[in-house]
């Protein structure tokens, strides 16, 4: 299945948003910030990439039910679905 901005929006601008967050988080490091302020925020960044990557799972899931309610062939099948997602947990 391809990507498109449109398929994963939201799931982008989680990533956006995660890609800023592990820049402070570098900076941080080099500034040498308290551990439990970097690894705290080093969380929440590893929180917001498995969203995102959550996000993108479930927007397959939908473009592929949507295919098969207008009788289409889906891109993927339930068990390729399936594990993209359990490579998630």
Do not use: N, W
């Not at 929006?9 to 402070?24: E, F, H, S, V, W």
């Amino acid at each position: 299945m391809e990507m498109s901005p449109a398929l994963v929006g939201d799931a982008l601008t989680r990533l956006r948003r995660a890609q800023g967050q592990l820049a402070g988080v570098v900076s941080m490091i080099e500034e040498g910030e308290d551990c439990t302020t970097v690894l705290t925020q080093l969380a929440a960044v590893s929180r917001a990439l498995d969203r995102a990557g959550f996000k993108i799972v479930a927007s397959g899931m939908r473009h592929c039910q949507e295919a098969r309610e207008r009788g289409e062939e889906p891109p993927m099948t339930e068990q390729e679905l399936e594990k993209l997602f359990l490579s998630l947990a």
